[in-house]
Every structure is written in C-alpha cells, then in structure tokens.
C-alpha cells in the first residue's frame, strides 16, 4: 500500500521538501550573492531584471544595475536563473518538473506583460512626474501592474478552461513567490535599519506588540459567533477562528492538525479564505488611501491584522505603498518605497509565527478535555513543524545586514551595491508573480457550490464587523502617527 | 518486516482520512476508523495479536500530506504526527 | 463535501464550561495585553513621532 518507507519525523524533516523551506533556501541564497557582491565588487546580482515607468518601449526594463547587459538578455539570464533555482526546489519536492516549468513559464510572461503595460507612464505615472516623462497626461493608476497581473490571473482561474487552470496551478504558488519575496523584503529592512536602526526597530516591535493583542481577541469572538449563532462543530469552530483570526489557510491547516479534525475541514475553510482575501487585497489599499491617508503605517500595519494569507497582504501592502505614496506626492510629499509594505509584512510575519503556539495550545486543550484518546500525546516538537521556516531568512536577512554594516566590515554604499537588485528588483518581480498567482488560484466559482454559504456568510460578517474594524483599532493603538521615512 | 518473530517496540504508520474513515497503515499492517479512538481501538487489537502481553508500543502516525490539494501545501507544511503509547 | 457541512450543523455538541473559560481567558489576556502594550509602545515609542 505503502509507495515509499515511511520514516520517522525528525526536527529536520521537511528542509528540502517544503515551499516554506525552499522559500528560505531561495531567499536567502539571493541575499548571500548579495553580500558577496557587496564584499567583492562582482556583478553578481545586477543581472536581476528591473522594470521602468516607460514611455518609450525599449527603456520599460533592463538590468538591476544598469549597462551590464542589454534589457533581453537581462530578461533572459533573470528567467534561466530564477528557473533553475525553482526546479531545483521543484525537484526536490518531486513535483512533476515538466508541468511544473510549462505553466511557471507562462506565468513567468504573463507578468512581465503585465509588468511593461501596467509601468506605462500613461497608465500608472503621478502628475508630479509627468514633466520629467515628458508626457502631458495620463490616468496616474498607481499600482496598475499589481492589478493587471491580477485581473490576467483571475481570468484564467475563473474562466479558462477547467483543464488548462487545473494545468497552471502547478506553477502558481503565490505563498513559494511572497515568501521568498518577504525574504529579500527582510535585506531592505536590514539596509533601511542602517540609516534609520531607531525607526525600523520601532516598527517591528510595534507589529508585535499588536499581533499579540488582535491574536488573543479575534479567535475567542470568532469561536464563540460561530459556536453561538451559527451552530459549528468545536471542529469546524476552532479551524475556523484560526482561519479568520490568524494567518488564513496557514492557520486553519495547522489548527485542524493540532486538534486532529478532518481534513475535508481546512480544505473547504480554505477555498473561502482565498477568495475573501482576493477580495480584500482588491478593496482595502484604495479604501485606506482614501479615508486613512494621515496614518500611512497604522493602514499599512492594518492590513497584515485584517488580510489573512501572506501573499495578499503582501500584494495588498504593495498596492497601499504605491497608492500613498502617489497621493503623499501629489501633496508635495515625497516617501521612501518599502515602509508601508514593510509595516503590512511585519504585523503578518509576527502573527504567523506564533500559529504553533496557538495550535499546541489548542491541541492540548483538545485532547485533555474534548477528545480524549488513551495513550496520544501532543509533542511540543509541534509547535516547530509548524513554524513558518521563511521567516527565519526575513530575520536572517535583516540581522546580517545590520551586522555587517554596524560593524563596519563593509560599507552601506558597498552593501547596497550588491543587495539592492536583490531587495528591489527580485522582490519586485516575485510579488508580481504572486499577483499572477493569486488571481490563478482565486475560483470565485466555489461559492456557488453548495453547502458552503453559511461558511461564506459567517467568514464575510465575522471579517468585515468584527476583524477589520478590531484589526484598525489595533492598528491605530499601536502605529498612530507614524510614517514612512522621507524620501532621499 | 516480520512482526511475528520480530517484536518491535515502534511502528511508524502513515495516515490518510479518505471516504469518511481514517486509514492508518504501513507495509505490513493497515487499519480504519471512523473516527481516531475508533481507529485507536482497531489498531490495538491487532497489536495485541501481533505482540507478546506486556510489551509497550510506540506508534507513530504521520498523516500523508500529499493526500492534501496540492494547491493547498503551499500555506502549510505539516498537518499531523500523532504519537500513541500502548502496553499490550 | 454538502453531506459533511450539513452533518456538522446537526451534530454541533453543547457549549462546554471548558469552552467558557478559553474564550473569556483568551478575551481576558487579549484585552490586558492590549492595554499593558499599548501603554508601553505609546509611553517608549510613538511620543516620538
């Protein structure tokens, strides 16, 4: 029955077959290559492809660092490179390689399209940069690329053919692409803490701070509605508030396994998180730049409380940067990209971690009180099986950074030659790809199955009366008056 | 593995959930359940004709994740490893 | 996948003591952390923006 022995789990276990995993492994081998770029003055992560606000087509992308190769064969070596250490990961976790670079490669083109035409000047450029284009007017759709990736992924994952977007979920892993982007988000936030350490460190400890307390009051209300008035199992209840509460899928998945449920629970609270977060990832960044401009890091931290997958936060946090900072500009403000992201990033990376934290304690309580099973015991070697490994090169990233710079064993001028492409032009891309990705594995279809309204309907008013009014709160309570660093 | 002659103190099973009962198995033995104290039931009844009276089981549950959507494994690695000590 | 749901909605068990006392502690901790945190990262923090 049995196609492969069966082994025991060890604390390594899952380092070169999960995405989470290989995510850090990819990460934070850009960030070594940059560093020893850094170290060493070698073009060794300036190749990485750079898009450009354009009006003339043929400046629309080229290298990180520019004049070392033309704007194709940038392209070309970004996507051999990026392709190769993908498969790599691919392989390792034995999916099928060729599907698996069939559809990643389609992916890979259907966001650099999305990517040229959403960097149109007259697409996506603010008026204050029009004269300097050159151009007289435009529609000033800041983030339009953001949007066109999406919309090209939601086309495919509602209404192409079941066959051929049954064919590119094999190559649209938005949490693998997000995750090795938050990875190279961490070498920004490393280099922005070397000129401003107080700033950044306050930023952090803030996202904390106010994970702790939205996480300790968002799953009990969400457990107790669900069991109250809409009459869930403990089961369904408890994979459930994890789900809105935590991290989204992550947590649902991580709940049901701690407290033992039937799989068929995560899978189905699963497919309506996607779709929700989809839905808020599209609805939040313009609400918040419109009605909360005057706290750009409390509605940038807001989202990380209240969008539940990493990827779409992410995307969402990108999609605020470039909405604020464009209204801060046609202000006459200028902000430095990257804060608002980081401040929506922060606040989700502090909640993701404490998942096997959360679980473990579920699960004891599970099995002491609910469903006792004579013999079963809960190792605490849980709580790091379930621990996002990514985060350790967000942190990773970020802590060698300051530790080089600090100690003066390389320069920030060096440092930034060799990780800037890394955490700005392939971070760039991969939250492109997630874009991409999330609009594929998005099936709005799935809430005209049946059976899944009253999961739908509890998820939609648990989350937009409860979790996101709570999650602004909290925001405000822990971010209020902060903002995104001048620009240089 | 012949478990007759052989007496071993850990098993390490794989488990799925699959059409309404959980199926935990390895080369040698395989048992379901509806739920997991049914299954835990099951299982320690087969032990117990496997194994001499007295010895203390280790058994290890890995729950197969590949048994997941695929497009789900991407959120979270893991889903179970269920230890269950029995004396016989 | 319709039969699973609907089974739950039946078979949804009585609300336990033991669940009382997760949801207040959980709402307990959350709202004192709330305060004793947001007191500090006010008082150390955000006077300075």
């Not at chain 1, 090169?393 to 440092?415: E, P, Q, T, V």
Request: with cysteine; glycine share 8%.
């Amino acid at each position: 029955m049995a196609e492969e022995r069966i082994e025991e789990r060890k604390w390594y276990s899952g380092m070169f077959s999960t995405e989470d995993w290989w995510a850090f492994w990819i990460g934070t081998l850009f960030v070594i290559l940059g560093i020893i770029a850094a170290a060493t003055h070698t073009e060794l992560t300036g190749w990485i492809i750079k898009f450009n606000t354009w009006v003339d087509i043929s400046k629309a992308m080229g290298p990180a660092h520019k004049g070392i190769m033309s704007p194709i064969a940038a392209l070309v070596v970004s996507y051999i490179i990026f392709t190769i250490v993908t498969l790599i990961g691919a392989w390792a976790m034995k999916w099928k390689l060729r599907d698996y670079l069939a559809a990643w490669t389609i992916i890979f083109i259907l966001t650099v399209i999305a990517y040229i035409i959403g960097k149109n000047a007259y697409i996506s450029a603010p008026s204050t940069k029009w004269e300097k284009l050159g151009i007289e007017s435009g529609l000033q759709l800041g983030g339009a690329h953001y949007i066109l990736a999406l919309i090209i992924g939601l086309i495919i994952g509602n209404l192409a053919p079941k066959r051929f977007k049954e064919f590119m979920l094999k190559g649209a892993r938005p949490e693998w692409f997000i995750k090795i982007a938050i990875v190279a988000l961490g070498a920004k936030l490393g280099l922005k803490a070397l000129e401003a350490p107080g700033y950044a460190t306050h930023l952090v400890v803030a996202g904390m701070c106010a994970t702790i307390a939205a996480y300790l009051l968002y799953w009990p209300i969400s457990y107790y509605i669900t069991r109250k008035y809409f009459g869930f199992s403990r089961e369904w209840a408890a994979c459930f508030a994890s789900g809105i509460s935590i991290c989204g899928v992550s947590a649902a998945i991580a709940t049901a396994g701690a407290i033992r449920a039937r799989p068929i629970i995560p899978v189905m609270i699963s497919a309506i998180i996607v779709i929700f977060a989809t839905i808020q990832l599209i609805v939040y960044p313009p609400l918040l730049t419109k009605f909360w401009f005057n706290e750009p890091i409390s509605a940038g931290a807001s989202l990380g409380l209240t969008i539940k997958t990493d990827g779409a936060d992410a995307a969402a946090g990108a999609i605020l940067d470039e909405l604020m900072r464009a209204k801060a500009e046609s202000k006459g403000i200028f902000w430095e990209e990257g804060w608002i992201t980081n401040s929506a990033i922060l606040t989700k990376i502090w909640i993701d971690m404490f998942i096997g934290v959360w679980a473990f304690i579920l699960a004891v309580i599970w099995v002491t009180h609910f469903e006792r099973r004579p013999g079963e015991k809960v190792p605490k070697i849980e709580i790091w099986f379930r621990f996002p490994k990514f985060v350790l090169g967000y942190f990773f990233a970020m802590f060698i950074i300051m530790i080089l710079g600090f100690s003066g064993a390389l320069s920030l001028k060096d440092l930034e030659f060799g990780l800037k492409p890394v955490e700005g032009a392939l971070r760039k891309f991969f939250f492109l790809l997630t874009f991409t990705s999330i609009g594929i594995v998005t099936d709005f279809r799935e809430l005209r199955k049946e059976g899944i309204g009253k999961l739908a309907l509890a998820y939609a008013i648990i989350l937009f009366l409860i979790i996101t009014p709570l999650g602004l709160f909290i925001a405000w309570l822990f971010h209020h008056g902060m903002e995104p660093l001048p620009a240089k | 593995m012949n478990c007759q002659k052989k007496i071993k103190k850990e098993i390490v099973l794989r488990i799925i959930y699959k059409e309404g009962k959980w199926m935990a198995f390895n080369d040698d033995i395989s048992v379901s359940g509806r739920t997991l104290e049914d299954l835990d039931i099951k299982l320690k009844d087969l032990l117990k004709k496997i194994f001499k009276k007295g010895t203390k089981i280790k058994i290890r549950m890995e729950f197969d994740y590949n048994t997941l959507p695929f497009w789900m494994t991407q959120y979270q690695p893991y889903y179970f490893y269920r230890i269950v000590e029995y004396e016989i | 996948m319709v039969e699973e749901v609907r089974e739950e909605v039946k078979e949804a068990e009585p609300w336990e003591p033991i669940e009382s006392k997760l949801v207040f502690g959980s709402i307990v901790a959350g709202i004192i952390a709330m305060i004793v945190l947001a007191a500090i990262i006010n008082v150390f923090i955000l006077t300075k923006y």
